[in-house]
């Protein structure tokens, strides 16, 4: 499965008044695609109305030809379900789960920022390789991230057995904070 990438960056945002129409996914206003993968896309969009108190989220929805296939539903619900559950500083919290004309959908917190894969593609381009401070820090960052998921547990204190199944460069989000 081939998945595209966009890093969520401001550089586009704006935050102003616009009244023109736009695409929509339940309440969010979408700005752009940012990535598509086998299973479903993700696009950053705008949570609220008001001019300078809009929040930038990424909202995800299964693609539209698995949309009406029960057990792809189950899976990302499931996924949400678990996703709404982890309170990690390194996984993206989920904001919201809805359902709209076309389907179901999560909104989640948007990390401004770049992909792994596209800060080692830039590294390699440049010739000066990521420093072993740096590799170290983002490597313990999405161990502890995984870590945390892995060892999660419900109310009742019974493992939750979270399995991640896609770690990989173009999943893991470098802030620009860090």
């Known amino acids: 499965t081939e998945i595209r990438v966009r890093p969520i960056t401001l550089s586009s945002y704006k935050n102003t ?25 993700a696009f950053l969009a705008l949570s609220g109305e008001l ?38 500083p390194n996984i993206p919290r989920i904001i919201e789960v809805g359902h709209d004309e076309d389907g179901y ?16 593609r830039r590294a390699v381009r440049r010739e000066r390789p990521l420093g072993q401070a740096d590799v170290a820090f983002i490597v313990g960052r ?13 109310a009742d204190g019974r493992a939750l057995d979270i399995v991640h199944r896609a770690v ?8 620009f904070d860090g």
């Open 105 to 120: 959908f999560l909104a989640m917190e948007a990390v401004p920022g770049k992909t792994l894969s596209a800060i080692v």
């Open 142 to 154: 999405a161990a502890a991230a995984l870590g945390y998921a892995h060892a999660h547990t419900d």
């Open 17 to 41: 008044a616009t009244d023109a129409p736009s695409a929509r996914i339940g309440r969010y206003r979408l700005i752009g695609r940012l990535a598509s993968g086998g299973m479903a896309e």
């Open 51 to 88: 001019p300078g108190l809009r929040t930038l989220v990424v909202v995800k929805r299964i693609l539209p030809h698995l949309a009406a296939n029960e057990q792809f539903v189950r899976m990302f619900l499931d996924e949400a379900r678990i996703g709404a559950m982890l309170d990690h």
């Open 168 to 175: 990989s460069p173009e999943n893991i989000l470098v802030s």
